[in-house]
């Protein structure tokens, strides 16, 4: 092969790997939360939580059940997506927490994606909140997780230590097959058939992995005709996209139902 084919070889890759990463970020940040819809929360914002984080909280606070929800990039904004999410949730019964991973600094169409990632990153999120899953387990809670995109590896990353009792995973991004080597606790994985991100092949490849392992219990469904961001930022007027994002959020309910004792 000539030195002019290496350089075009070398540029369609490049390309679609371009690509590849434009369809990935347009789809984590695809229809972002409508704020003109804020309003009718059912909780309230608290802080100085353990680990100095702030939080919406919902649901019954004396409840021994508790489910940590972790956002999208858009974060805690009050928006019309995981607060309402989270009241749903409190009204099963559980006591719920979406804490702000990101000290306010939520992502905006005015900033660089990749530059943001860097500076929020998941896995270090995850360590940081250590702090409040110990004072929960403290107060004898039982803990689940529950994660969305950018949330869902902070979901894959919690699901490996012992602070939790269970985890669901929905349309997550960065998650890799080596992440379900090292889940301790029962997880659910809730995909999308047209999710670049995270793409069905991908999912299967979780679900390759958790088959050869013994006595973690798991759970995977690619939901059909959707993308990513389905389960938690979807079109409100589009009665399909709400009938899935309902569906996919009582296989989350009846996840936690089944493993946080």
């Not at 928006?79 to 992502?107: C, H, M, Q, R, W």
């Not at 995909?191 to 979780?206: C, R």
Request: glycine content about 8%.
């Amino acid at each position: 092969m000539g030195s002019a084919q290496v350089v075009l070889c070398l540029a369609v890759v490049l390309a679609a790997a371009a690509a590849v990463a434009k369809a990935q970020h347009s789809q984590c940040l695809s229809n972002p939360p409508d704020l003109s819809l804020t309003g009718g929360e059912a909780g309230e914002v608290v802080s100085d939580l353990p680990g100095g984080f702030r939080a919406y909280v919902t649901g019954p606070a004396k409840s021994r059940r508790v489910v940590v929800l972790a956002s999208d990039v858009f974060g805690l904004c009050i928006s019309s997506y995981i607060t309402k999410i989270a009241d749903k949730v409190g009204e099963a019964g559980y006591f719920v927490l979406v804490p702000d991973f990101f000290n306010g600094d939520f992502y905006d169409t005015s900033k660089n994606i990749s530059e943001w990632i860097k500076s929020h990153s998941p896995v270090k999120a995850a360590e940081d909140a250590k702090p409040l899953f110990a004072a929960l387990k403290k107060e004898r809670k039982s803990i689940a997780v529950g994660g969305y995109c950018w949330g869902g590896k902070f979901g894959a990353e919690v699901a490996k230590t012992d602070d939790i009792k269970v985890a669901c995973l929905s349309h997550p991004s960065r998650v890799t097959a080596d992440d379900m080597k090292e889940v301790k606790c029962p997880i659910e994985i809730l995909g999308a058939q047209n999710d670049t991100s995270t793409p069905p092949k991908l999912v299967y490849q979780f679900v390759h992995v958790l088959r050869h392992r013994t006595g973690i219990p798991y759970f995977a469904k690619i939901f059909p005709g959707v993308a990513h961001g389905f389960a938690c930022r979807y079109n409100t007027t589009d009665p399909f996209a709400v009938r899935t994002a309902e569906e996919a959020l009582s296989y989350m309910l009846d996840w936690f139902k089944k493993y946080l004792k």
